[in-house]
């Protein structure tokens, strides 16, 4: 079977970012402090998640040294629902994949799996809290704020989603995703945080901005009456600066590697335009006719969520994946389809068969095809010839190199990508 011709091609995204970290952390929490009632020694637990936050280590630090300098007794618990297979020792292996120790930080880190309820919604909803935090004297909400890869509103994914189902450990996520089913997200969320809030004694929130180079472009501090109104003028931001294809129409994505550190979903569903669940229709744009992925991040340690995104999957996903993990994390997220196998393939060779036999009438050599590392890195991408044509008199695009053919190894294996080349890198 012939294959279409490849290009390396560059976007320009907006670059806004924070030059000094600590710094900026160090700003917002002098912002606040007139504001901020801690007594002495009193211990605050700070959140860290599962995502992959760029600079997570760095700023989760800043945030323990900022807590310190406030009289508290800083304290790191995983928030991250029943990600890290739903296990204490799961959760705080995360954190130390991006860095997040003891040693590091300069202060404890207390992971458990235990939650305890705080309170109820005014829907009747209960509400849990992580049994550290619940008996801590302060909590301090920290998460980047982007689009949530299943829930569309003035709020998705940030410090409201963190109180939820990060703060909520695997009872809260348990109880909140089948509510969201019917009472949608947008109210409930609001009405679940503002319990946290009150109960969790809420001292202040952190929210990160990320730019399309996974650059950190803003930390902005919010008292906690702030957080709501605050998380939509952040949520707007992170839209304007948020990665995406570089086409909205195409037959075919190869997408190297899919993870939890990459996305909750494995993959960004807001770039490849599958959400694929019950709550949320499916968006208008990208049109993406056949997905492919070819393999899991160590970081995601087996749970390969979002695999039944795709149309085709290399056997090497499958042999990592850890079923339990990903079912674990899927049905807590009432999202069953993304733990589906798609069709299995020996080879990368077999994958892009299947991919051009099923795409209709369009000759393989003529088939718009996109490559991209993840959906968290679409600064340089390999597209075929097809799209490339298309990239003429476009400002924020730039051919790097090509055509280039397809190429393919003895065992049928892709070749690095030709946008990542050491070469190409440097220019």
Do not use: W
Request: hydrophobic residues 40%.
């Amino acid at each position: 079977m012939p294959y279409p011709k490849m290009y390396a091609l560059r976007q320009t995204f907006a670059r806004e970012r924070e030059e000094d970290l600590r710094g900026a952390v160090q700003r917002e929490i002098e912002k606040l402090k007139p504001h901020l009632q801690v007594r002495p020694g009193a211990r605050v637990a700070i959140t860290v998640g599962s995502r992959g936050i760029r600079n997570i280590a760095a700023i989760a630090g800043a945030v323990v040294d900022g807590v310190k300098s406030l009289g508290g007794r800083p304290f790191i618990f995983p928030a991250m629902g029943s990600h890290g297979g739903a296990t204490a020792e799961g959760q705080a292996a995360v954190l130390r994949h991006y860095g997040v120790t003891e040693q590091a930080m300069g202060c404890p880190i207390q992971s458990s799996m235990a939650a305890v309820q705080i309170g109820q919604s005014r829907e009747g909803i209960p509400v849990f809290l992580d049994k550290y935090a619940s008996e801590a004297d302060h909590v301090v909400v920290m998460n980047r704020v982007k689009s949530h890869t299943e829930f569309k509103g003035e709020i998705e994914s940030g410090l409201m989603k963190m109180m939820l189902i990060g703060m909520g450990k695997y009872e809260g996520p348990k109880v909140y995703h089948k509510a969201f089913a019917d009472y949608g997200f947008d109210r409930l969320v609001e009405s679940l945080a503002s319990v946290v809030i009150e109960k969790a004694k809420v001292l202040f929130g952190l929210a990160i901005v990320e730019n399309g180079y996974e650059e950190t472009a803003l930390i902005r501090g919010v008292l906690p009456r702030e957080i709501v109104s605050s998380e939509r003028a952040f949520l707007r931001k992170a839209k304007e600066l948020a990665p995406k294809l570089p086409f909205d129409d195409a037959d075919i994505l190869v997408v190297d590697e899919i993870g939890k550190n990459i996305s909750g979903a494995g993959m960004d569903t807001n770039v490849i335009g599958r959400f694929y669940n019950i709550v949320a229709e499916e968006p208008e744009k990208p049109r993406i006719k056949r997905i492919y992925i070819r393999d899991l991040t160590p970081e995601s340690v087996g749970n390969a969520s979002g695999v039944g995104l795709a149309d085709f999957t290399h056997r090497r996903v499958v042999d990592k994946m850890d079923a339990r993990a990903t079912n674990t994390n899927c049905i807590t997220a009432v999202n069953p389809e993304k733990a589906r196998i798609p069709i299995i393939c020996e080879s990368d060779r077999e994958a892009l068969e299947y991919c051009l036999a099923t795409i209709g009438l369009t000759p393989p050599e003529d088939a718009r095809l996109i490559r991209i590392r993840n959906t968290l890195h679409l600064t340089d991408v390999d597209v075929s010839e097809a799209l490339a044509r298309q990239a003429a008199g476009r400002s924020d695009l730039e051919i790097l190199a090509g055509p280039v053919a397809l190429e393919l190894d003895a065992a049928g294996e892709l070749a690095p990508m030709l946008s990542l080349s050491p070469a190409l890198a440097a220019h």
